[in-house]
């Protein structure tokens, strides 16, 4: 069965009672949304600000490739399995990005028998957090231009505005227009563009705000653009939008309470790539989970050396977060991927090239255990493909490198498929938590943290940028020396070449441009071919979804 039949089978208890009987959330502390999902009162949040903390782990993976790796389905599987076993525990998951969906990727809610649900909901609108958080970037984008239209009292240079536009669809031909056509009572013509919503630094402050306060302070923050003597900064406050920013996302920083296949519950909140921002779910989420549960379970985007990075050096670093260990998702089939096989031949056993692609694999531990310091578990996501004989060299390489594995079945048989790896996991952060490093110090420049990143976790030789760039890096780390860096990459190497497999070295990373997020603290580095709005493959996954005549979705995955 696909994704989407399994899911339509699940025994769905309402969202209120699994919600009072599995963590004593009392019904009037939860906003429904239908009978399946809710959203966290925010007054309920700050009361369990006295709690003690749960156990944090963290589920990321070697390098992703075409073949799929699995990551959200072994967090729901994870999730599942330590419940069963008798921990008392909470998944954290990101919402999906209508982008991705309707592209290549498809659905983000896990698959086969390690889903959360329901389906359909949370890969489509959910509860409209996505559509708020669009909304309310655009509103300050018609705020710039109305203030230019209406006389400019403060002095905003046209040519240097630094915010754009957003949608939630990859639409490459939105990346860069021409807005203000059509003459005077149009406003003024100008470049534009669109960047898709998870890379809205809305969206980012929304994953790292702590309250409504603090989003409301962070919004005021955001740098809209400069004045027309190019040095002074225009801010959102200035505009007077952060106030109404604010109203607008006022339900969407409330965390979402859904649940797995098995009745276990989740936490599904804020959607930021990992390859073009800080890829985590929100840091209310996260805390709130800690409080409720003695395990949780969260996804940090992509592999290691993307979401990992970003979620240690930017969501711990901010709100104090402190992971006990790692599970590494990878498979067979993306290993032989690494290692150079096409991927239609990828169900064939090939150990030769299973071999050259343990590469990546030694890469991603070698960053995991001794930049970020924390505890390894590898966990391979089975397929019924994988051969005994490729089982056998990833164990035995696995054993060389010293690092635990388990070969992981929840896609197909749900938390009884993962029991192992949950007992594994929950052995090694109750016996010997981790306690987690940074990768660069925080004082550091913006240009030494980057190449910090850049050698350390990319293998790179260093980097490379015009003066322009290192410039505004330089006047930067004197206004901001705090701020860490969020690199834009493709997720699909250790360099930016997207074609370089396996675990490339000596490459150098060339950063194209820098974009201060004054609201969400930090600064993006755009390395490589990267886009911040993605574009459409030449078959969609749009073509295959549908409604039939009885109101259901078909074609999701």
């Not at 993306?334 to 890469?363: I, M, S, W």
């Not at 994988?386 to 164990?395: C, G, K, N, P, Y």
């Not at 201060?516 to 030449?538: Q, S, Y």
Request: aromatic share 6%; with cysteine; net charge negative.
């Amino acid at each position: 069965m696909s994704d989407i039949d399994i899911a339509r089978q699940a025994n769905l208890i309402p969202i209120i009672d699994l919600a009072r009987d599995q963590l004593g959330i009392p019904a009037n502390e939860l906003d429904p949304y239908g009978y399946f999902k809710a959203k966290l009162a925010l007054d309920y949040i700050e009361a369990l600000e006295s709690r003690p903390d749960g156990k944090l782990i963290l589920v990321t993976a070697i390098s992703p490739t075409p073949a799929g790796e699995g990551k959200t389905t072994t967090t729901v599987g994870l999730g599942d399995a330590l419940n069963r076993i008798g921990k008392k525990t909470l998944i954290c998951l990101r919402e999906p990005s209508l982008g991705p969906c309707f592209g290549v990727k498809g659905g983000a809610a896990g698959g086969g028998r390690a889903q959360v649900v329901p389906m359909e909901d949370i890969n489509l609108h959910f509860t409209g957090d996505f559509h708020a958080i669009g909304v309310a970037h655009n509103l300050l984008s018609a705020l710039i231009d109305n203030h230019i239209h209406q006389g400019n009292a403060l002095g905003i240079d046209p040519r240097r505005i630094q915010w754009k536009r957003v949608v939630d669809m990859n639409d490459r031909a939105l990346r860069k227009i021409v807005a203000g056509l059509g003459g005077p009572p149009n406003g003024y013509p100008r470049e534009d563009g669109f960047d898709i919503v998870v890379a809205s630094e809305v969206m980012a402050i929304l994953c790292l705000a702590k309250d409504l306060n603090d989003l409301k302070e962070r919004l005021g923050r955001i740098i809209v653009g400069y004045h027309t003597d190019g040095e002074t900064p225009v801010y959102a406050r200035d505009l007077k939008a952060h106030g109404a920013m604010a109203a607008l996302l006022k339900d969407a920083i409330k965390p979402n309470l859904v649940q797995t296949l098995e009745n276990n519950l989740a936490l599904i909140h804020g959607g930021p790539f990992a390859n073009i921002a800080h890829g985590c779910n929100t840091v209310m989420a996260t805390r709130t989970a800690l409080k409720l549960a003695d395990y949780v379970v969260t996804e940090a985007g992509f592999g290691a050396d993307l979401g990992a990075e970003k979620f240690i050096d930017i969501k711990c670093r901010m709100a104090g977060l402190k992971p006990a260990a790692v599970v590494l998702v990878a498979t067979v089939r993306a290993l032989k991927f690494h290692g150079g096989v096409k991927k239609e031949d990828l169900n064939q056993e090939n150990l030769a090239a299973l071999e050259r692609g343990l590469a990546n694999l030694e890469k991603h531990v070698h960053n995991i255990r001794d930049h970020y310091q924390l505890p390894c578990v590898v966990s391979i996501n089975h397929f019924t493909f994988d051969s005994q004989a490729e089982i056998i060299l990833l164990r035995q390489h696995c054993e060389a490198l010293g690092v635990e594995v388990v070969v992981a079945r929840h896609w197909a048989e749900g938390s009884a498929g993962a029991e192992k790896l949950a007992r594994v996991i929950a052995h090694q952060v109750d016996e010997h938590p981790g306690q987690h490093a940074f990768v660069y110090d925080n004082q550091a420049s913006l240009w030494d943290k980057i190449e910090t990143i850049a050698k350390k976790i990319y293998g790179a030789a260093g980097i490379r940028a015009e003066g322009k760039v290192r410039q505004q890096l330089a006047e930067w780390s004197v206004a901001h020396p705090e701020y860490p860096v969020c690199i834009a990459k493709t997720q699909m190497s250790f360099s930016t070449d997207a074609t370089a497999r396996g675990a490339p070295t000596g490459h150098h990373l060339h950063i194209r441009e820098v974009r201060l997020a004054n609201g969400a603290g930090f600064v993006v580095a755009i390395a490589g071919d990267i886009m911040t709005m993605p574009g459409l493959p030449e078959h969609p996954a749009a073509e295959t979804i549908d409604i039939d005549e009885h109101g259901q979705i078909i074609g999701l995955f």
